[in-house]
Nanobody
Framework: QVQLVESGGGLVQAGDSLRLSCAASGRSFRRYAMGWFRQAPGKEREFVAAIQWNGSTTRYADSVKGRFTISKEYAKSTAYLQMNSLKPEDTAVYYC????????????????WGQGTQVTVSS
């Protein structure tokens, strides 16, 4: 079992930055690929970014490429999502998720999920 807890969300203005954190506990963090997904009001949850277990490969949604960066810090068993140049359309609840080893953009391939953290971007 892996437990995931997100933090770092908040209310910001367009153009600002935020860094989301996802603290993992339980089984070995090192072996897990991590993903970030988001769900805006009235919309389905969508893929944002993901990173391979060893950090060698990353994937990003087209809508966030060049603005968001995903990373892992093994010493702290934490994954991050650095979000720059935020836009109102980035407003959503952001969820982190974990799966073994191989990076994926598919929500149904992730086994463990956090509770989510709200990000609100005002114009």
């Amino acid at each position: 079992q892996v437990q995931l807890v997100e933090s770092g969300g908040g209310l910001v203005q367009a153009g600002d930055s935020l860094r989301l954190s996802c603290a993992a506990s339980g089984r070995s963090f090192r072996r897990y690929a991590m993903g970030w997904f988001r769900q805006a009001p009235g919309k389905e949850r969508e893929f944002v970014a993901a990173i391979q277990w060893n950090g060698s490969t990353t994937r990003y949604a087209d809508s966030v490429k060049g603005r968001f960066t995903i990373s892992k810090e093994y010493a702290k068993s934490t994954a991050y999502l650095q979000m720059n140049s935020l836009k109102p359309e980035d407003t959503a609840v952001y969820y982190c998720a974990a799966k073994e080893v191989v990076v994926s953009t598919r929500e149904d391939e992730y086994d463990y999920w956090g509770q989510g953290t709200q990000v609100t971007v005002s114009s």
